[in-house]
């Protein structure tokens, strides 16, 4: 009988995906008394789930310290929102993140990455998290969202404090908490110098202008929208990056169909998302009676969709355990499905094949120092906290 804890050693600090096939096989609705809460873990499970904004809402929070430990209270997020606001607001933001508008940042990125990467020639190598990519995802999240490009470095400090874990304590630390406090801190003062200044074309303007129950947003609800999009927007692209940085070196043969065929970096990633998928899983509550596969859940409980088996589901991926660039699946569950799906979606493509086109042009041959690198082991979140690499073979 399968027994899954998502807080348990085995699957955070050991390979999950043993238990979530075990789960998948012999429980695809799983409950987990303790949270009155149901996991599943089959790929069409979750895609439907995901579209279901009748019976599940998004409001009660959608992460395990909202609706596991409880120890973050739900803030006004876009992810937390129902229809017909969050509709409202997605409409709102369609142009900061539609193709065209993302497009306009690749030159930003690649300078960015290029200039990472040359900087570490002397040295002969880098962290491609905390020396590369971080740097990326946080400018990148800072410009659409409005917020000074160059306090990138210290929100991502503050970022990960955020999501360091600490031995014997089930999800957010203390020190977390605090982080997140002086984040919300800095948004303020932000947010008063934008009302103080003049009006400018981007996310945190669209915010301003928003209207909710016929009034304007206050301003602790704006930082709490600006916390969603800069963690959001700088924590998970590095983490996928790590990981296909890995998945390249461990497969060199797909590494150099890349090198000579760039226009596989796209699906290099792609099949990166869907392998190594960071967030391990994300959440809803039941609002009206529903039955979700073949379990009857019922007001008020919780449903985890576990992202990272779903992505690893036999019944959608044929053998789903080989890292392969030219699988070219339909769908992928790595930037959600539905109402809620990633708004960055485009944003995260284009980081991740900019960047690997910078690293695989300058260093077709990197190898990665696996015996230095480390991860970040959560119940929420895994992948690479550092990921070092030699830039010649
Ligand atoms: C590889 C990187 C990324 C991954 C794997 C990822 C994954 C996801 C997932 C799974 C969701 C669905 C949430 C849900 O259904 O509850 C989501 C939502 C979201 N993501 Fe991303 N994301 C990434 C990058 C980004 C970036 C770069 C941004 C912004 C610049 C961003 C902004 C958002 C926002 C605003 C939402 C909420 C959308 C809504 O609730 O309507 N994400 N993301």
Redesign the pocket.
Known sequence: MVDYNPFSDEVVKGDPLPIYKQLRDEAPAYYLAQYDTWALSRFEDIWKA?ADMKNLT?AKG?TSAHLLTKVQPVTPM??NMDAPD?TRL?AAFRKPFAAPEVAKLEPMIRRIASERLDAARDAGGLDVIHEMTAHV?VT??CT?SGLPAEDGPFLNDLVWRFFKREEGHDGATEAGLEAMAEMFAYFHTKIAERRAGAPKDDVLQILLEFEQDGAKLDDDALASHLA??II??SE??PK?FASIVRRLWEHPDQRQMCVDDPALIPDAYNEG?RYD???QF?MRQVKRPVELAGAKMTEGQNIMFL?HSGNHDEREFPDPDRFDILRRPPRIL???YG??????VN??RLEGRVCLEELLRRAPRYEVELDQAERLLTEFVQGYWKLPIRLSA
Do not use: D, E, W
């Open positions: 995901s998004a959608t876009i992810n969050h997605r995802a990148v999240a659409i969603m999009l959001g927007g998970t692209f996928t998302l998928m960071p967030t994300l992202y790595s930037f959600g109402p809620h799906s990633c708004l960055g944003t995260a």
